[in-house]
């Protein structure tokens, strides 16, 4: 019987493909930088295959960010967490998978250099979908 995948390595893998597409990287362009298959990245992305150390570090100076942004939000088993960070492990949006629109919002918000653009932005999305989120932090 084939063991699942380790929750950490599929947050990991995760948040390699979001990278990865936000900055427009296809998986065969960042196998052959990495020496592998793009079958490989998709085995990691899928958390199929554990990421080394030093491969995600490559990974990380590839795309442009620090190691940890991998881990941010990743779970934790059930006896590290207090009371605090069970309550931000229930927010909404605290595990966060993204969908082609999600990252298709994304790469076009990054594109707008105006600043009170992007404000007003963030409120007509706030707007559309009936909740304020400005008030409830």
């Known amino acids: 019987m084939k ?3 380790d929750p950490i390595d599929r ?3 995760h948040r390699v493909r979001v990278r990865r597409l936000l900055v427009g990287v296809s ?3 960042l196998g052959d930088a990495l020496g592998v298959t793009f079958q490989q990245i998709q085995k990691y992305e899928k958390g199929a ?3 080394s150390a030093s491969r995600l570090q490559q990974i990380a100076e590839m795309l442009g960010v620090p190691v940890g942004f ?7 088993p059930e006896n590290w967490l207090d009371e605090e960070h069970v309550e931000v492990a229930r927010q909404p949006g605290s595990d966060l998978f993204w969908t082609s629109q999600d990252l298709q919002l994304v790469r076009a918000f990054q594109r707008v250099d105006d600043p009170q653009v992007r404000r007003r ?4 999305v706030e707007a559309l979908s009936g909740k304020d989120v400005a008030a409830q932090g």
Request: aromatic letters at 8%; charged letters at 25%.
């Open 11 to 13: 947050h990991v893998g």
């Open 27 to 29: 998986q065969e362009k």
């Open 3 to 5: 063991k699942a995948p």
């Open 70 to 76: 991998f881990y941010e939000g990743a779970p934790r």
């Open 49 to 51: 295959n554990r990421i």
């Open 121 to 124: 932005l963030v409120a007509l």
